[in-house]
C-alpha cells in the first residue's frame, strides 16, 4: 500500500506571496494532521482534519489554513510568506481522529526567499 | 513550549554499542511515541508505548515509561551505522480527543562504522 505522499517535495517562494501544499493520506485514514519543522527543531503541530472538519489547531497566525477534502486528501495554505515560515512541512494520517499513531509522509520543504 | 524534551541532543558512538536517549515531558499523558528521522526527511514511526504500561520491546528497541517521573528511554541495542538518524519523542498532552503530538528537539544519533 502506498504510504502518505505530499506534493511537491520541494518550492521556492518570495515574501509575501502565497503556497498551497498538498497531502494524500494512507487509503483508509480519515484523520490528517499538519506539522512544521524548522531546521533543528521538533515538529510543531498546526491543524488537524478528521471527516473534513477541523479538530484542532495549533499555535500559528490565520495566515495558515488548511481544509479536508471528501476523498480525505488535504491542503494546507500559507498566506503573505514571511522568512520564518522556511520550514519542512510535515502531513501525518491515521485512521482514528483520537489520540495514537500517525504516518508522516515525506514532507515539502518550503524555502521563503 | 514543547512538551517533550530530548537528552542528548547529540550522540555519537561506534557500530555495535547501545545508544540510550531519554524524553522528559510536563504533562500527563495517554500515549509517548517514538520517531525517527533521516536527514530532514519524513519521520518514522518506531513505536508506542500507552500510560498504563511500563516497558515494550520492538526488535532491537526497549522503550521505558515512568509517568511518576514523566520521563521515557529509548534504547537502542547492537546499534548499525544505518541507524543514525534524529530520534524524537511525542506526546499527546493527555487529551484523547486529538490525535496531536508534541515532540521535543530530538536526540541526533550518530552510528561509526
Known amino acids: 500500500d502506498a504510504g502518505v505522499t505530499q506534493s511537491p517535495t520541494h518550492l521556492i517562494k518570495t515574501r509575501g506571496q502565497h503556497v498551497t501544499l498538498r497531502c494524500s493520506p494512507i487509503?483508509?485514514?480519515?484523520?490528517v494532521s499538519w506539522y512544521q519543522q524548522v531546521l533543528g527543531q521538533g515538529p510543531q503541530f498546526i491543524f488537524q482534519?478528521?471527516?473534513?472538519?477541523?479538530?484542532g489547531r495549533g499555535n500559528f497566525p490565520d495566515r495558515f489554513s488548511a481544509r479536508q477534502f471528501p476523498n480525505y486528501s488535504s491542503e494546507l495554505n500559507v498566506n503573505a510568506l514571511l522568512l520564518g515560515d522556511s520550514a519542512l512541512y510535515l502531513c501525518?494520517?491515521?485512521?482514528?481522529?483520537?489520540?495514537?499513531?500517525?504516518?508522516f509522509g515525506p514532507g515539502t520543504r518550503l524555502t521563503v526567499t | 513550549s514543547q512538551q517533550g524534551e530530548e537528552d542528548p541532543q547529540a550522540l555519537s558512538i561506534q557500530e555495535g554499542e547501545n545508544a540510550t536517549m531519554n524524553c522528559s515531558y510536563k504533562?500527563?499523558?495517554?500515549?509517548l511515541q517514538w520517531y525517527r528521522q533521516n536527514s530532514g526527511r519524513g519521520l518514522v514511526h518506531l513505536i508506542l508505548?500507552?500510560?498504563?504500561?511500563r516497558e515494550k520491546h520492538s526488535g532491537r528497541l526497549r522503550v521505558t515509561l515512568d509517568t511518576s517521573k514523566k520521563s521515557s528511554s529509548l534504547l537502542i541495542t547492537a546499534s548499525r551505522a544505518a541507524d543514525t538518524a534524529s530520534y524524537f519523542c511525542?506526546?499527546?498532552?493527555?487529551?484523547?480527543?486529538?490525535?496531536?503530538?508534541?515532540f521535543g528537539s530530538g536526540t541526533k544519533l550518530n552510528v561509526k562504522p
Open positions: 511525542a506526546t499527546d498532552a493527555g487529551d484523547y480527543n486529538f490525535n496531536k503530538f508534541y
Open positions: 501525518a494520517s491515521s485512521f482514528q481522529a483520537e489520540a495514537g499513531f500517525s504516518h
Open positions: 508505548i500507552r500510560s498504563n504500561e
Open positions: 504533562t500527563s499523558i495517554n500515549n
Open positions: 487509503s483508509g485514514h480519515k484523520s
Open positions: 482534519y478528521y471527516e473534513k472538519e477541523e479538530r
